[in-house]
T-cell receptor, first 113, second 114 residues
Framework: AQTVTQSQPEMSVQEAETVTLSCTYD???????LFWYKQPPSRQMILVIR??????QNATENRFSVNFQKAAKSFSLKISDSQLGDTAMYFC??????????FGAGTILRVKS | DAGVIQSPRHEVTEMGQEVTLRCKPI?????LFWYRQTMMRGLELLIY????????DSGMPEDRFSAKMPNASFSTLKIQPSEPRDSAVYFC????????????FGQGTRLTVV
């Protein structure tokens, strides 16, 4: 079974600074997808960024980028120029091709002014 | 598109009562997921459907829980009888293509069983 581990229950960052959230996963598959979802206090789950395992290039979406290390089974999220609106719970998630989406326990990120 | 629509947004019920949660996926999406979120257990996948057929229901806690998807635009999650430990936020999500992976979530239903 696939597992996703987020070892940082909580993180804080000053506005405009950069923060990195960690995620590791365990799988024997070679083809899969990895995601970061954001859940603000409104509780809406919002897709932040998506990575396909067969692509070596790290995905980027504006201020959000990932460091995907397939051999190490690591998938960290970097948020640059942090904004107050980035305050949320962040979930790392794994999906094998055609299968269910498995989430980590989440990391609470607080952006301070 | 209106996104994934769940109803009700909030539900408060007494222990022993039947509860039905509803979900309308995004049109054209062929996979649908039901998740439960609690502080203790995080986000748990309860069941998922592909083309209206249940594919994996191993996350359904017990026989009190059942889910149906009678057509491509509607799904229900039913709890009968409900218990206080069922209190949680229940999310429905849909995905356009199993090959792409990403899921789009509804706003969730906060269920409180007293």
């Amino acid at each position: 079974a696939q597992t996703v581990t987020q070892s940082q229950p909580e993180m804080s960052v000053q506005e405009a600074e950069t923060v990195t959230l960690s995620c590791t996963y365990d799988t024997s598959e070679s083809n899969y997808y990895l995601f970061w979802y954001k859940q603000p206090p409104s509780r809406q789950m919002i897709l932040v960024i998506r990575q396909e395992a067969y692509k070596q290039q790290n995905a980027t979406e504006n201020r959000f980028s990932v460091n995907f290390q397939k051999a190490a089974k690591s998938f960290s999220l970097k948020i640059s120029d942090s904004q107050l609106g980035d305050t949320a719970m962040y979930f790392c998630a794994f999906m094998k091709h055609g299968n269910k989406l498995v989430f980590g326990a989440g990391t609470i990120l607080r952006v301070k002014s | 598109d209106a996104g994934v629509i769940q109803s009700p947004r909030h539900e408060v019920t007494e222990m022993g009562q039947e509860v039905t949660l509803r979900c309308k996926p995004i049109s054209g999406h062929n996979s649908l997921f039901w998740y439960r979120q609690t502080m203790m257990r995080g986000l748990e996948l309860l069941i998922y459907f592909n083309n209206n057929v249940p594919i994996d229901d191993s996350g359904m806690p017990e026989d009190r829980f059942s889910a149906k998807m009678p057509n491509a635009s509607f799904s229900t999650l039913k709890i009968q009888p409900s218990e206080p430990r069922d209190s949680a936020v229940y999310f429905c999500a849909s995905s356009p293509d199993r090959k792409r992976g990403e899921a789009f979530f509804g706003q969730g239903t906060r269920l409180t069983v007293v």
